[in-house]
């Protein structure tokens, strides 16, 4: 320990930078894991559909017609901001939403929150992850 406070006196620039660096990381590993815990793997987001949860897919009309999770609805990603009035009625019940890479969603799941919706989540990796699961699309 002795020689750990003698680098630092001998080296405070070093120290001070090594610091900030663990800060850093600290603060990107907290803000991953905050995003993360309303993110759904593609097989959770199958388990609370069968419970009865609400699909919002955020991506544009044309892609949503070439294809859906089924049972999803369509919903223009720009008008979250006024969604609480259309989205009123989901607002204690499970509500997922999904885009193409789940960047879109996330952001999406945040506004929602500070809306007042309690039970929100977006699918982890968006519906790329869900293709790549093999998991089956609506057309139309």
Not at 23 to 34: F, H, K, N, S, T
Not at 111 to 138: H, I, M
Request: net charge positive; with cysteine; hydrophobic share 50%.
């Amino acid at each position: 320990m002795d020689r750990l406070i003698d680098y630092f006196n001998h080296h405070p620039w070093l120290a001070a930078f090594a610091l900030a660096a663990a800060a850093a990381v600290l603060a990107y590993e907290m803000r991953l894991r905050a995003q993360s815990v309303a993110a759904l793997a593609p097989q959770d987001v199958i388990r609370l559909m069968n419970q009865g949860a609400t699909v919002l897919d955020l991506r544009a009309q044309q892609a949503f017609q070439q294809g859906h999770i089924s049972g999803a609805r369509h919903f223009d990603a720009a008008q979250i901001a006024s969604a609480g009035d259309a989205l009123k009625k989901y607002k204690e019940r499970p509500l997922i939403v999904y885009c193409d890479r789940g960047s879109t969603a996330a952001a999406t799941v945040r506004a929602l929150t500070q809306q007042g919706f309690t039970k929100v989540f977006n699918l982890r990796g968006g519906l790329s992850a869900w293709r790549a699961e093999n998991l089956p699309l609506a057309r139309g």
